[in-house]
């Protein structure tokens, strides 16, 4: 089955500064990534996604970019503030017929002030 | 409208009994799915449920667990004779499914199941 890894596993940035998560799978059948960020005791929440056909996608200060052939993909969030700071979650679904997520272990983002 | 909500939101059983976990999806959402999360883990499929189609049971960790879906709507995770190892939270999503097409998956605020 599909092995999604995720570096690193905690990650700390000053307010303003750059963050960049990474993820890893490993069906090459696997064409849709979300990334979903998770507040201290609160439910996963989708910030982002990415299918197979598209290279990179922006939301604001919010990107994703894929690589297909390497079977990789990565978050960036630029302009950090302080409300960034979560645990962000990558995934992967491998198709039509399996629509479950595989999820990976989870980056704890802190922004400091 | 609402969302996913789920019931209880917390869960002390003594090893060996048994537990029911309650999803109401999303009104109209004929994908279902429940996933587990350990402490400081990533989350772990565990089953999904697609309108009247069989459900896809390949991530349930023993015969212990099962879930039903009764009207295409309410589900139910069921774990029997409970172990230490079972106490996590588990979360319930649902979502939309239309051909071709990737919908997004909204989670509930999840069970916290704790087995003493």
């Known amino acids: 089955g599909e092995n999604v890894e995720q570096h690193p596993s905690t990650l700390s940035v000053q307010e303003g500064d750059s963050a960049v998560i990474k993820c890893t799978y490993s069906?090459?059948?696997?064409?849709?990534f979300p990334w979903y960020k998770q507040e201290l005791g609160k439910r996963p929440q989708l910030i982002i996604d990415?299918?197979?056909?598209?290279g990179e996608k922006k939301d604001q200060r919010i990107a994703v970019t894929l690589n297909k052939t390497a079977k990789h993909f990565s978050l960036h969030i630029t302009e950090t503030q302080p409300e960034d700071s979560a645990v962000y979650f990558c995934?992967?679904?491998?198709?039509?017929?399996?629509?479950?997520?595989?999820f990976g272990s989870g980056t704890r983002l802190q922004v400091q002030p | 409208g609402a969302g996913v909500s789920q019931s209880p939101s917390n869960k002390v059983t003594e090893k060996g009994k048994d537990v029911e976990l309650r999803c109401d999806p999303i009104?109209?959402?004929?994908?279902l799915y429940w996933y587990r999360q350990s402490l400081g883990q990533g989350l772990e499929f565990l089953i999904y449920?697609?309108?009247?189609?069989?459900?896809?049971k390949s991530g349930l960790p023993s015969d212990r667990f099962s879930a039903e879906r009764t009207g295409g709507s309410v589900s139910t995770l069921t774990i029997q004779r409970t172990q230490q190892e079972d106490s996590a939270v588990y979360l319930c999503?649902?979502?939309?499914?239309?051909?071709?097409?990737?919908?997004?998956?909204?989670f509930g605020p999840g069970t916290r199941l704790t087995v003493l």
């Open positions: 069906d090459s059948a696997s064409n849709y």
């Open positions: 449920f697609q309108g009247n189609s069989a459900p896809d």
């Open positions: 995934a992967a679904s491998q198709g039509p017929g399996r629509r479950a997520l595989t």
């Open positions: 999503a649902s979502s939309l499914v239309r051909l071709a097409v990737y919908n997004e998956q909204f």
């Open positions: 009104s109209g959402h004929t994908a």
């Open positions: 990415i299918r197979s056909n598209v």
